[in-house]
């Protein structure tokens, strides 16, 4: 009699343990960010060689964002840019998505990064943004940046 109890307690500390409420995957699922269709913006405020720092310009890109449900970490394609279509997503915490990516068709020493870091602020991600790169300026190489205001929101609500 002892033997069987001892049988049905491990089972069921073991049924217990395996629970998909305590799977350690289940715990780490963020819902800030789901995959969709977003439309990603950026609002200059400033910049180096030349890039016109001082006009707000604002560029806005259609973005799939691709990814398991829940996931901590996705891709970013943003379909109407040919230098920085290709982003790394993560999530961090319950309110933090972090975007970097790297300047398209270039290699080496010259290739571009990008980098931005987003809050939900008011139902919207929200933060701040930068790129760096090199250009020719005066027939010289020169490593350009500039930093932007950024926003993502979903096509649709």
Known sequence: MGARRFLVFAAAFACAALSPAEAPADR???TILPPGLYVFQTRLDHATCGESSSSGNVTS??????????????????????????WKITIRGTDKVIGDAQQANVV???????????QLA?????GRGSRAWTQRV?????????????????LHD
């Open 28 to 30: 780490d699922v963020q």
């Open 61 to 86: 890109y259609f973005a799939a964002l691709d990814g398991r449900p829940g996931a901590r970490e996705m891709t970013m394609t943003l379909l109407n840019s040919s230098n920085w279509p290709a």
């Open 108 to 118: 080496g020493p010259h290739r571009g990064e990008a980098h931005f870091e987003l």
């Open 122 to 126: 008011r139902g919207k991600l929200v």
């Open 138 to 154: 005066d027939g010289e190489p020169t490593r350009c940046r500039m930093a932007f205001d950024a926003l993502l929101k979903p």
